[in-house]
């Protein structure tokens, strides 16, 4: 059989396949997908066209595709039923982390694959590109040519985006301690006639004299013991008036998570107390209700915002 030659066609596949192995969730995703294709058709189609390009050149079968991905659904489940019952992730630290995930290549490989295809299939993971593409074109000049740091890139879609609405940036450096995410978003962005590069590195090991015009940091927070500490590191490497882009999930178990925020005020806070200033947030839960009700019940809330350093 040949590879899905369009996203449409790569879509289909792909629910089709989950749909096989979990009905239920399939109809959940279904209903996702009309909504996000209905509402933003233009991007929703490029990122999954982005995601379909990725497979095929690794020439994953979409049974393994859709086997990943519900691998890690079904690890979710049992890290949510841990944290519901705890109250508290079941991952303890970074140390942790990196000895049952990171360190492994086959966790590390399933996992990314998954994560990947999540981006299309969930409204909060999709949404929070909708309104980071939006606010770029608010905050930044058409013509600016931004030096660009992206923390922890997962697959690289900011970058992407950034590329996009900003053809005349100077350069991206990407900064992962994952040789895996690394090369997935190399294989996602490439490297755009060298003006995008790749370090692997601990942040807090990265060291340069020059000043970032924008930083990226997508949901690492809450991969870490003391999130704070890298705000503080961050702020240093930003132009008096350059802007930090966070997003981290409250009440998000799951493999790797080791940091738990209970809520957006909990976030905002760590924010501000890291010598930060808020410019703008925006937050998607991951389910369908009302805020009242999905705080009560815990349910996911993927929290976004823009920061800058703080006036003197």
């Known amino acids: 059989m040949s590879y899905p030659s369009t996203a449409k066609d790569f879509l289909s596949e792909l629910i089709n396949e989950i749909a096989q192995k979990d009905r239920l969730h399939s109809k959940k995703i279904n209903a996702n997908i009309n909504t996000l294709s209905a509402s933003h058709p233009s991007l929703y189609d490029e990122l999954v066209e982005l995601v379909r390009l990725y497979f095929s050149t690794r020439e994953l079968s979409m049974e393994r595709i859709a086997s990943d991905y519900l691998k890690m659904i079904r690890d979710m489940r049992a890290e949510g039923l841990y944290f519901y019952k705890h109250g508290k992730y079941r991952c303890e630290n970074q140390k942790v982390a990196n000895e049952y995930v990171y360190s492994k290549p086959d966790v590390m490989s399933y996992y990314m694959h998954a994560l990947l295809v999540s981006q299309i299939l969930w409204k909060h993971h999709f949404n929070i590109f909708v309104h980071f593409q939006q606010q770029l074109k608010v905050l930044f000049p058409a013509n600016a040519a931004l030096k660009i740091l992206d923390i922890g890139p997962g697959h ?22 994952s040789q895996t ?24 090991d990265y060291e340069v004299t020059e000043k970032y015009d924008f930083i990226v940091l997508g949901e690492v927070l809450e991969h870490l013991d003391e999130p704070g500490e890298i705000l503080k590191k961050l702020s240093h490497l930003m132009h008096k008036e350059g802007l930090l882009w966070i997003t981290t999930p409250t009440n998000s178990p799951a493999l790797d998570h080791v940091y738990l925020f209970h809520n957006k005020e909990e976030v905002l806070t760590l924010i501000k107390s890291s010598g930060l200033d808020i410019v703008n947030t925006c937050n998607y839960f991951a389910e369908d209700m009302d805020e009242e009700t999905a705080l009560k019940n815990k349910i996911t809330n993927l929290v976004g915002l823009f920061a800058k350093n703080k006036s003197l």
């Open 181 to 204: 995410s690394l090369e997935m978003t190399k294989r996602i962005i490439g490297i755009d006639q060298g003006k995008i590069n790749y370090t692997l590195s601990d942040i807090f």
């Open 156 to 177: 690289g879609f900011f970058s992407f985006l950034i590329k996009k609405e900003f053809p005349s940036y100077e350069k991206i450096d990407v900064v992962d301690i």
